[in-house]
């Protein structure tokens, strides 16, 4: 029996999933950063007519996965599974979200490393023929994650230069098992790995092992270089997480800094609120969906290794003295 | 190009993943219920000698993976994924148990129906050839669930009699693609459900359409009968939602009355405090993991559906005023 396997923790496909739509709804401030003309809706405030913040996320997520459909071309009946996830408890926007559609759901957690996560996911289920269409979507609210992770949102608390500002984001993709677009060549999904962080104002530090393990086991697996790649993206590192993981790279060998870059780092203009970068489920779901997904349909790269990286803990563990740990899944994905 | 799928929901396999093994790790009230003397370990507090429910909860979800990994006589290098999900807020239950294993970590959040989830998802990555060896466990835990959900535990509030006990409880199973045990036939991911019911103590009237539509969907993708099944087991309707999913199902032409049994219902002796049954992650995933593996591996049952249902909802939803949105997963498994 053949497996599509290649060392210890890489899935390859001979017939690579498409992702053959993308879209990408976001807030203000993520509309007035460098990208915001890239975004397929741009909010001009955080409520979006709604009466909740978390009304407003689950808001967002629909219409980010609306717009993929559309794009694509296909009915809600054409889709075989739509996997989502948030930050919020018992991911709500997500499941509000797949109550409007009549879809088989398939929930999911991996804090900001989710929008990897549901591509892997979805790649296997197009892969392994038990899916001609998936939807994959993943959103944060700035608002709501505020006031369920630190303090009541009105109180704007300051934060240290660590910190990292959560996106007002959501992106959805449909993966398909044929079509024109971007195509999924390799998944390497992450284990968790907890260097003994504990600062939830250091989540960039706290997710940098879980980057360069799965980014080295990727590179190992595959037997490639970073050179085999136009573009390595952490989703959300921030600065400071960054700098970490690339050094923790180049000690084991690989240097990625000419080819990397940061999904929070890119998402808004440096400012003391924003602090370290952006972060969220969100942030480097609306990043790909957005902006790399529209340069990988121009081919104006050849292949991209996508891999978000989530923190693993709550303001529980948190207050009963864990430690954070961390994941990153990896997605190599190729022009087209 | 040919999909393993059947109906509008429901994939097939034709190379039938094996459940290897399984355990079953359970607290004191679970102990001393019908089930008892079925479990792997009973632990004689709630606390399991850790110093928060929390860490509790993870500790017996690390066990139930121990078990089921020690059952199938497999070392952790061997397994390629790990699937998990719990009840508590980004299930840190089990982040912190994966953090303890050096293997690919999938987190998935379905409340109730996670356990079924787990088991489809780690069906389709065996089935796919994307893993040889999969574990799928879910855990939760009453005091840790009560003080997260409703009001601090040592409160003992007064429940209605529609209300269910979240069992402190943990499973797991290892799925392969080879080898001695039941197998996995066919898996009908459900759609999220929403009858209007906003009552958070009354869950299984909020699950039960999610239960009728997944199974009523089951049965026409595969044009069987309940005849067909020796066992339709929820997981957890409890006794009020039952009575309704079997209604609902007999408006379809569906009578399961003679050959359905709900997990919550089974787990522990009927007292006021218990009230409606059973409930939580870890409810469904200790009764088939203690009880129903191991009928099917005697071959007492020939085939069982196992049906694990999810209230979507948090208490952020509820207080909102929004309705309870629910999901049921189901799962074909025939004896072997």
């Not at 509000?96 to 759901?105: L, Q, S, T």
């Not at 690989?254 to 942030?283: K, N």
Request: charged fraction near 20%.
């Amino acid at each position: 029996m053949e497996f599509h396997r290649r060392g210890t923790s890489t899935c390859v496909f001979q017939e690579m999933p498409v992702l053959v739509s993308a879209a990408a709804v976001v807030g203000p401030r993520e509309g007035e950063g460098p990208l915001g003309d890239l975004f397929d809706m741009v909010y001009s405030t955080t409520l979006l007519g709604e009466t909740s913040w978390e009304k407003a996320e689950s808001k967002m997520l629909r219409q980010a996965v609306d717009l993929a459909l559309a794009k694509a071309g296909l009915e809600e009946s054409q889709i075989d599974f739509i996997i989502a996830g948030d930050l919020l408890n018992q991911i709500i926007s997500s499941a509000y979200m797949a109550r409007e559609y009549d879809i088989p759901f398939l929930g999911i957690y991996g804090a900001c490393a989710t929008m990897s996560e549901g591509i892997g996911l979805g790649a296997f289920l197009i892969a392994g023929r038990f899916a001609r269409y998936v939807v994959a979507a993943s959103s944060s609210h700035h608002d709501a994650a505020e006031r369920q992770f630190r303090y009541p949102t009105e109180f704007g608390h300051q934060r240290p230069p660590t910190g990292q500002w959560t996106a007002t984001a959501a992106g959805a993709v449909v993966l398909g098992a044929q079509g024109k677009g971007p195509r999924v060549e390799a998944v390497t999904i992450g284990r968790v790995q907890d260097f003994g962080i504990s600062e939830p104002n250091d989540m960039g530090s706290a997710m940098a092992p879980g980057f360069a393990d799965t980014v080295w086991r990727h590179f190992q697996d595959m037997a490639r270089q970073p050179e085999d790649y136009d573009l390595v993206i952490s989703g959300d590192l921030g600065n400071i997480g960054s700098m970490i993981a690339r050094e923790l790279l180049r000690r084991k060998g690989i240097a990625i800094d000419d080819r990397h870059q940061d999904a929070g780092v890119m998402l808004y203009h440096p400012s003391p609120e924003v602090g370290a970068g952006g972060s969220g489920c969100g942030c480097v779901a609306c990043v790909f969906s957005g902006k790399l997904w529209k340069e990988l349909y121009n081919k104006q790269y050849g292949r991209i290794l996508l891999v978000a990286t989530g923190a693993l803990h709550s303001p529980t563990s948190c207050q009963q003295g864990e430690t954070i740990p961390c994941v990153a899944h990896a997605v190599s994905i190729v022009s087209g």
